[in-house]
């Protein structure tokens, strides 16, 4: 059964920012958390046939993960970008994905990270999932086609789940569920020399401009400001066993152990 | 940042840098100190690409530009310079000659393997007699019949202790001088190819640098690459493509000499304040992110000319000159800036110190390349 999957990216900020963000390649990398769905994502295809598809939200300067994630096996890159899009937030944006996804279907998987390295909402996937009415699980660590259903595992606190699901679906991929693989050289060089990026704007997805950006925001961010962290050295004093005594009750006493 | 680098030049760093920090950079010092070839990380170097940066696709390579190439060699040389040692080594000296000068056999036989890195490559030209003056070469390769005799003592061979193909120049007809010189492709395993003890060496201590000896071994009249008597054309042809790999190799060591020292000058404290606000240190670290990055310019002009397919022999030469001037210059730097600390291996600027030190000497020493920007200096004005 040939597939397709859209694997939704970011591109994350990897410096913080002065006045705004302003991503490019040389201030944003790729989300590491995406990198497990698109490793899943490309395995899936490489055992099963089908066409991987990257959708990326952004201005142009974020065309360069959807070449990353071309350089590491996906077929075809998507960016959704116009002006109009600017300052959405969770909702908007998955609003403005879920109309990207509807495009580019029929579709047999959507898959996300669980959270991105930036802003960290992890609200993104669950939400486009209803949106497309997709069925959706977080957290998977695992999945495996049996006939027509799709067996996923996922991990939560504690405990292990194992889901039944009929495509088309959505998943969130866990961190831990696939090592992604390194780029090659020739992956890049395909990437950049036979692999297309298409531009989808507002018009191309006739949705209403008033649900997305600022205009389809319920939440915004009011203000951004450096953390600034506080570091002092303190010599503890006394016997060796003593020093290790209070280091240990600090510790306790800080919560980082029970 | 370099702004006139493509976009694809920029996800080849951060792609080949991303590698690097995660799986060389934690063991550098470790490999350094164990004198140890890591294979595990040359396999994975291997599905990159990395061993066939500019072979052809259809030959089992990435297919890329020379740009790519020397910024693949930047980064690798960033966290480790003996293994940026071995892989523009393969690539450039090793790989380059048989894909120019090869016949479709002989590409067909050897590069799919060596593209892959699952053959290493090694460039066979230097002698205990001969080494700047290349046409003093003294090892022979007599024909007989369908093959070749070949008697050669050749030094300080780069990857000599692991590689499976190595490029020996020596004399065909010991009666033609320069023109008597040619390459034969000489396979490890081959009755009379004997590879000699690992040289212990101040740096670039984790790339088995061996001497490599063949009494009366009979090559194979197939393995010429070219034909007789190109030995010197092949040689230059090479090292022109070495050198900027060379000079990419030099500003990668320096790169990561500066980014530690400017780490260790905001962090080391003196007189209450970080020794990064003393003026003097300032005034290193300023020369020596401006001599880097002049250096790389340099190195990128190169290959920019090479990619245009451009004369860039001259340009070649003054990177490779300038950059590993600038590299020991550095790295010195660097050592004073981390002061009793530098001197010690706890830190990596040793490290980076001792292997930028030969960076002026292989592939063509700084003296050799001044001989050789003069001489076409001259000629451009005679």
């Known amino acids: 059964m040939e597939l397709h999957i859209i694997v939704c990216i970011k591109s ?8 705004g963000i302003v991503r ?8 590491p958390f995406d990198r497990p769905a698109l490793e899943m994502a490309i395995s899936m295809v490489e055992e099963q046939g089908g066409t ?7 201005p142009p300067s974020c065309a360069f993960i959807l070449h990353e994630a071309m350089a590491m096996g996906a077929n075809r890159g998507i960016l959704l970008s116009d002006a109009r899009l600017a300052d959405s937030d969770t909702l908007a944006t998955s609003t403005a994905l879920a109309a990207a996804i509807e495009r580019l279907g029929p579709f047999d998987l959507v898959l996300f990270g669980t959270r991105t390295y930036d802003s960290d909402t992890g609200q993104v996937g669950p939400q486009t999932a209803v949106l497309i009415d997709a069925p959706l699980v977080t957290s998977v660590i695992s999945c495996e086609f049996k006939g027509n259903l799709l067996h996923v595992k996922r991990k939560i606190d504690g405990f292990k789940e194992e889901y039944e699901l009929s495509l088309p679906a959505a998943l969130t991929i866990h961190p831990s569920a696939v090592k992604p693989r390194d780029i090659p050289l020739g992956g890049i060089e395909e990437a950049f020399d036979t692999k297309e990026i298409s531009v989808l704007t507002l018009d191309d997805l006739k949705i209403n401009p008033g649900i997305v950006g600022s205009a389809g925001s319920p939440t915004r961010v009011i203000s951004m400001t450096r953390v600034t962290r506080e570091r002092k050295c303190e010599f503890l004093t006394g016997t060796t066993g003593e020093q290790a005594e209070e280091l240990v009750g600090r510790i306790k ?4 152990i029970g | 940042m370099n702004t006139f680098l493509t976009e694809k030049n920029r996800a080849v760093r951060r792609s080949v840098r991303a590698f690097c920090e995660r799986e060389i950079v934690p063991i550098a010092g470790e490999i350094d100190r164990e004198a140890r070839f ?14 066939g940066i500019q072979v052809p696709k259809n030959l089992g390579g990435a297919g890329m530009d020379a740009m790519s190439y020397v910024i693949t060699i930047e980064e690798i040389s960033r966290a480790c310079g003996s293994l940026g040692l071995c892989v523009t080594v393969h690539n450039s000296v090793a790989v380059y000659p048989i894909l120019a000068f090869g016949t479709e056999e002989q590409k067909e036989r050897w590069i799919p393997q060596l593209a892959r890195g699952e053959k290493i490559g ?4 230097t002698e205990p007699n001969a080494g700047s003056d290349a046409a003093g070469i003294e090892a022979t390769a007599i024909r007989d019949n369908d093959h070749y005799v070949v008697n050669a003592n050749k030094a300080f061979v780069t990857n000599g202790g692991i590689a499976d193909i190595c490029l020996i120049f020596a004399r065909t007809d010991p009666n033609a001088g320069r023109r008597g010189i040619s390459v034969i492709a000489a396979e490890r395993g081959a009755q009379g190819f004997i590879v000699g003890d690992l040289e212990d060496l101040c740096g670039m201590r984790s790339n088995p640098v061996s001497s490599i000896r063949l009494y009366d071994c009979k090559v194979p009249a197939e393995n010429l690459i070219g034909k007789e008597g190109m030995g010197l054309q092949i040689g230059l042809a090479a090292l022109d493509i070495g050198r900027v790999g060379i000079a990419a190799q030099a500003v990668g060591i320096a790169q990561a000499a500066l980014e530690d020292s400017a780490g260790y000058a905001n962090q080391r404290q003196q007189f209450g304040v970080s020794i990064g606000r003393h003026q003097s240190i300032q005034a290193m670290l300023a020369d020596m992110a401006t001599q880097v990055e002049a250096a790389r310019l340099m190195v990128y002009r190169a290959a920019i000319l090479r990619d245009q397919g451009k004369s860039f022999s001259q340009a070649s030469a003054m990177a490779k000159l300038h950059a590993s001037e600038m590299s020991s210059t550095v790295t010195d730097m660097a050592v004073q800036i981390h002061g009793g600390y530098g001197y010690s291996k706890a830190y990596a600027v040793e490290r980076y110190y001792r292997d930028a030190r030969v960076t002026r000497i292989y592939e063509g020493t700084s003296e050799i390349h001044r001989m050789i920007i003069a001489k076409g200096i001259l000629d451009e004005y005679k």
């Open chain 2, 122 to 125: 090694a460039f066979g030209l």
């Open chain 1, 12 to 19: 994350v900020a990897t410096k913080a920012p002065g006045t």
């Open chain 1, 52 to 58: 991987v598809t990257v959708l990326t939200m952004g």
């Open chain 2, 38 to 51: 890591p294979w595990e990380i040359i396999e994975m170097m291997g599905k990159l690409g990395y061993f």
């Open chain 1, 24 to 31: 490019s390649a040389d201030t944003a990398d790729l989300n």
């Open chain 1, 253 to 256: 006493k800080s919560g980082l």
